[in-house]
């Protein structure tokens, strides 16, 4: 995340944010795509933006950066990370302020142990709200541990994940109705539990919609596979046709 220092005709300067203020350049080449008539029309001083790093020079400490690479799903993501950091930051701040302790106090006593373990201190406070002896090994003051579990478990909400597809199922015996929704329902509750929920719809025959939402991506994935296999397999069992769709 960079903040526009100074727009000139070859480019730009710009603060990097996240690092003490380090000061950068982007090329009016890097700006956007395309030939640019006037670099104003793009970005204008006190303005910012996310960029990529395209190169550094240590001795010269000079960081040349790009506008026009950064792709819009990246753009989304770092703006949401630094959302979440912020949030976390604060939350942190409030925890201090119990214990009559600045950020930077809070920082070094717990915060970049934190950082270092989980990636980020929100990634953190998340695992806490699951399980809160995840920091026996991080935070050895119980008394941070006490006060972090207990503003996570106000705070904040434990992420979810939601994966969809679609189920064709056909079964032409007598019962097949039958067949295709009891197939359905087992599935369904075989999956469930430990955080995941599994639901279908009726789309138009022979479609269907599955839905799984779990804690984690991978959870929902796995569940969803096997959701998927056993409705097939029952269906196909009884004489009928599954085929899974994305």
């Not at 933006?49 to 000079?62: A, I, M, Q, S």
């Not at 003051?141 to 992420?159: F, G, M, Q, T, Y």
């Not at 789309?203 to 929902?220: D, H, L, N, Q, W």
Request: with cysteine; glycine share 6%.
């Amino acid at each position: 995340m960079c903040t526009v220092t100074k727009v000139f005709a070859q480019g730009a300067f710009m603060t990097l944010d996240e690092y003490g203020g380090k000061e950068g350049m982007v090329h009016v080449s890097e700006v956007a795509s395309g030939w640019i008539k006037n670099i104003r029309d793009y970005i204008r001083e006190g303005q910012k933006g996310v960029c990529k790093v395209l190169d550094v020079d240590p001795k010269r400490k000079h960081v040349d950066l790009s506008l026009r690479r950064v792709k819009d799903s990246e753009r989304r993501w770092k703006v949401q990370q630094l959302k979440r950091e912020q949030r976390a930051e604060k939350l942190l701040e409030l925890v201090a302020a119990k214990f009559e302790k600045s950020l930077d106090e809070a920082y070094d006593e717990v915060g970049f142990a934190l950082q270092d373990k989980f990636g980020d201190i929100y990634s953190a406070l998340e695992s806490v709200v699951k399980d809160k002896s995840v920091l026996a090994d991080v935070v050895k003051d119980r008394r941070w541990v006490d006060a972090l579990s207990e503003v996570a478990a106000s705070a904040i909400k434990p992420p979810s994940y939601k994966v969809v597809g679609h189920l064709d199922l056909s079964c032409t015996s007598s019962n097949g109705v039958e067949v295709i929704k009891s197939a359905m329902i087992d599935a369904r509750d075989s999956t469930k539990g430990n955080e995941v929920d599994v639901e279908l719809y009726y789309v138009g025959s022979p479609r269907y919609r599955i839905e799984v939402t779990a804690p984690s991506y991978k959870a929902a994935e796995n569940a969803m596979q096997k959701a998927v296999e056993e409705a097939i397999a029952a269906v196909e069992k009884a004489g009928g046709k599954g085929e899974f769709h994305r």
